[in-house]
């Protein structure tokens, strides 16, 4: 179905590993990139600021002190679903998915080096969310942190091997996330930052991706993720697949919960945009 995207097996970032040289295990072969992935986002955070205040001047650091804050992390987070698209494109079509309804078993234990390599990138910038997320809990309370200690155990579970051949399915909701961050953007930003044609279309296509990406594609995953572990039920500790559908359908309910709050502001924007209608 997806032959038109690449296949890639190997890990490129393999030869940058300095120990051990032949490793016994995932973690083993793939630590490196979570450190690098990890260093990665927290060097991104750190240079934004003095960036930010170089490019736009007055009109970053006027924000109040949270809004700064918040700038700086979806300034990551926009890098961090670019990364995580690219990475989609080339593990999307990887041979155990695309055999899986052949072979459900290696659909959740079968590993390649790239396939490796992506879990661990991911769970690096996960390592790196938990912390902010941690760091400024008054900001981003406990939903985001949930979220991504969810989506950290999902991704160091690739490492096992198990979900491996899956990570593209449910990285694929990062599509979202660009006009997520335009959208925050738009809203924090002093006024006419952005045109308000702007807005309006980038909000339209942020609640379309959004819907059919993070939730008919996020139920559908996971209805499809639990018919497959049935298969190989008997080659794993049970508590792993249990604790993965339960936070995956979790993330799944929280993305109904977003996407709820994003039609309410949607309409009350629309209804402040609208012309009071004349009284008698």
Same mark, same amino acid.
């Given at each position: ?40 986002y927290f060097t991104i955070q750190a240079t934004v ?52 309804? +052949? ?5 959740? %234990?079968?590993?390649?080096? /790239? =396939?490796?390599? &992506?879990?661990? #990138?991911?769970?690096? *910038? ?76 980038n909000g339209l296509l942020l609640m379309v991706v ?7 594609w996020g139920f559908y995953a996971i209805a499809q ?11 794993? +500790? ?5 604790? %993965?559908?339960?936070?995956? /359908? =979790?993330?799944? &309910?929280?993305? #109904?919960?977003?996407? *709820? ?20």
């Amino acid at each position: 179905m997806l032959d038109f995207l690449p296949s890639v097996i190997q890990d490129p970032f393999e030869s940058y590993r300095p120990f051990p040289k032949i490793p016994d295990n995932l973690f083993a072969a793939h630590w490196h990139e979570i450190v690098g992935a990890a260093i990665f986002y927290f060097t991104i955070q750190a240079t934004v600021k003095p960036l930010a205040t170089l490019i736009l001047g007055k009109t970053y650091t006027t924000l109040p002190k949270k809004t700064r804050i918040d700038f700086d992390i979806h300034i990551v987070s926009m890098v961090q679903c670019i990364v995580s698209i690219v990475l989609t494109f080339y593990h999307f079509n990887n041979p155990h998915w695309q055999n899986r309804s +052949n072979d459900p078993v290696n659909s959740l %234990l079968g590993s390649t080096p /790239f =396939g490796g390599m &992506v879990g661990a #990138v991911s769970a690096g *910038y996960f390592i790196w969310d938990i912390w902010v997320c941690a760091r400024y809990f008054d900001i981003f309370g406990v939903g985001f942190l949930l979220h991504g200690g969810a989506a950290l155990f999902g991704m160091i579970c690739t490492l096992i091997p198990y979900c491996q051949p899956w990570t593209a399915s449910f990285l694929a909701f990062e599509i979202s996330t660009p006009f997520v961050n335009l959208n925050w953007f738009a809203s924090r930003m002093p006024e006419g930052t952005f045109s308000d044609s702007f807005v309006i279309i980038n909000g339209l296509l942020l609640m379309v991706v959004f819907f059919f990406i993070r939730i008919i594609w996020g139920f559908y995953a996971i209805a499809q993720l639990a018919i497959d572990m049935t298969y190989s039920l008997d080659q794993i +500790n049970n508590f792993i697949p249990a604790t %993965l559908l339960v936070l995956n /359908f =979790g993330l799944d &309910v929280l993305n #109904v919960f977003w996407f *709820y709050k994003m039609v309410r502001i949607a309409r009350k924007k629309a209804s402040k945009r609208s012309p009071d209608k004349k009284t008698d």
